[in-house]
């Protein structure tokens, strides 16, 4: 009974695609801009951030099919629904070695673990500020759900997990 229960559960990839599929943007602005503003908000009071004013970034986790566009708006990070000028795109396991400073940004792009389009200026800018930066995945509950979120598909799916490292 259990077996055939597991068959018709959805995997948690499926899960969190339908769940960002569906969830309304408010939703989603109230659970990521409090903990995004809390990880970077010393450094975007130092206007750090300020290459992002009236600019949009979008992020795309390709192995769980979402992505978060984001703006510098009232010296706020903001998730918007309009595309982003550039995309940067990855698996979730690509996006946390490059979180957790275990390999460079260069890298990854020479190996196309990252993939960068559209305005590459402005990629490269976040990149290079990203790279700039002191902060640890830890410094937030939205990094350490990352980081949970990490551990469970590597334990659930070891091929998959190993295979994007």
Avoid at 35 to 52: K, P
Avoid at 73 to 87: I, K
């Amino acid at each position: 009974m259990f077996i055939a229960l597991s068959r018709r559960l959805p995997t948690p990839v499926r899960m969190i695609h339908h769940l960002d599929r569906w969830a309304p943007l408010r939703l989603k602005r109230q659970l990521l801009e409090p903990q995004l503003n809390q990880l970077f908000g010393e450094y975007i009071a130092a206007g750090e951030f300020d290459l992002l004013e009236g600019r949009f970034i979008s992020l795309k986790l390709r192995d769980l099919d979402i992505s978060i566009t984001l703006t510098l708006s009232d010296d706020r990070l903001q998730l918007s629904q309009r595309p982003g000028e550039v995309q940067i795109s990855g698996d979730l396991p690509t996006f946390l070695q490059l979180a957790r400073q275990e390999a460079d940004a260069d890298g990854l792009f020479f190996q196309r673990k990252l993939l960068l389009e559209g305005d590459t200026e402005l990629g490269l800018g976040v990149r290079n500020l990203l790279d700039s930066l002191e902060w640890s995945m830890q410094d937030s509950r939205l990094g350490s759900l990352a980081l949970r979120l990490e551990a469970f598909l590597r334990q659930r799916f070891p091929s998959t997990a190993s295979s994007a490292s």
